[in-house]
């Protein structure tokens, strides 16, 4: 189990990562998203343990990783951004110079290192050259060189930035199959890699937290509005007075003007109204006919920037209530001065009036 608790992050005034929490179960993949300078990287370095928190703690299977550095990063299996390799070793010599820096026993490292070129796809070019490799296969030899000793822990830091589409699907589809005997961490700011692999979801923005949940309860918890797509034949075109038959719809609008004459529609309610029955019943009996009603699916991306907006939303709220309190007291502290610096004049005055009565 992974334990984040109370974790900051300052450098100078700036501080990346502020005061967050969460937990890892055994076996968990948990997607860690959110956009570039959020604080995922810095979140993931200080879970190897490459940079301390400034406060807080990170547990590794109840180690803190700063208190007992070597038990708890023997757990743990790191895969940093942008693939930092030695571009001079062939594939095997990478992963076997791996295996000598997490100090596997002899014994082991000969079998260790086959089985995981086999699990990462890299048998085939296994005595290449690193730099003579694409970008995909190195990526691989990094996801290797995370993999070998087995560690309990694969942290993965955006594992598939500068990779062609088919090259996503491959290391995709090699991260769910790692999740079955790892915990595994994915960072990335790229969403359509969540839904696919990840258990849950923790989004960060501007260090800090702003939502864990899984894939399906994100995308519902920001639902607003129930969106039907509608393809219908509209011959006598009476969709233009199916709104006034139907309450409780907010918007009708045409989307599409398909070339077979059918049109297609965005018809939007409230989230918890369903107007697929009402659709059915009104439609035929206005010479409509339905060539296809489908629900619009929210989806992360929706939640994601909903989220992400939402707190913004919150954070400039916060700033705007701060300043006017700031402003507030500003002005009643220069009332307060100007009220001292009346009665002070007045007082003046009044001294220099009694000095003129007594001189004369």
């Known amino acids: ?38 604080g995922k990287s810095t979140t993931m370095n200080m879970i190897t343990g490459f940079i301390e928190p400034s406060e807080g703690s990170v547990m590794i299977n109840g180690n803190d990783i700063s208190k007992k550095a070597k038990k708890a990063k023997r757990q743990i299996g790191y895969m940093p951004e942008n693939v930092p390799l030695y571009s001079e070793l062939t594939v095997k ?7 000598e ?4 026993p002899r014994k082991q490292r000969k079998e260790d290192i086959e ?5 990462t796809g890299l048998e085939e070019v296994q005595n290449k050259l690193i730099r003579n490799l694409s ?7 990094s996801l290797a060189g995370a993999l070998i000793g087995n560690p309990e822990v694969l942290i993965l830091d955006e594992p598939t930035v500068g990779l062609d589409p088919k090259q996503i699907i491959e290391i995709r589809n090699l991260i769910k199959e790692l999740g079955k005997n790892h915990t595994v961490i994915l960072s990335t700011h790229i969403l359509p890699e969540v839904s696919p692999i990840c258990e849950r ?45 139907l ?46 009603l489908k629900k619009a699916e929210a989806t992360l991306e929706d939640a994601f920037i909903r989220l992400i907006n939402a707190r913004e939303e919150i954070e400039k709220a916060t700033e705007n209530i701060q300043s006017e309190k700031q ?12 009220k001292e610096k009346e009665k002070e004049e007045k007082k003046k005055q009044k001294a220099e009036n009694k000095k003129e009565r007594g001189e004369k």
């Open 1 to 38: 189990m992974i334990e984040v608790k109370n974790v900051t992050k300052r450098y100078g005034s700036f501080t990346a990562v502020d005061n967050i929490s969460f937990t890892v179960k055994d076996g968990e993949v948990i997607g860690f998203l959110g956009p570039n300078g959020a």
């Open 93 to 99: 010599e990478f992963v076997k110079y791996m295996a």
């Open 101 to 104: 820096l997490k100090r596997m």
């Open 115 to 119: 089985k995981v070129l086999k699990e």
């Open 135 to 141: 970008r995909g296969y190195k990526q691989r030899v």
């Open 201 to 245: 979801v923790i989004i960060i923005n501007k260090g800090k937290i702003v939502a864990i949940d899984t894939p399906e309860h994100l995308e519902e918890r920001t639902k607003e509005e129930n969106v039907i797509l509608l393809t219908v034949e509209d011959k006598e075109e009476h969709m233009g007075n199916v709104k006034e038959k």
């Open 247 to 292: 309450s409780r719809v907010k918007e009708i609008k045409m989307i599409k003007d398909n070339e077979d004459g059918t049109k297609q529609y965005m018809i939007t309610s409230d989230a918890e109204v369903d107007l697929r029955k009402d659709l059915f019943d009104i439609l035929p009996k206005q010479n409509i006919t339905i060539f296809e």
């Open 327 to 338: 402003d507030k007291i500003k002005d009643k502290e220069e009332k307060k001065k100007a």
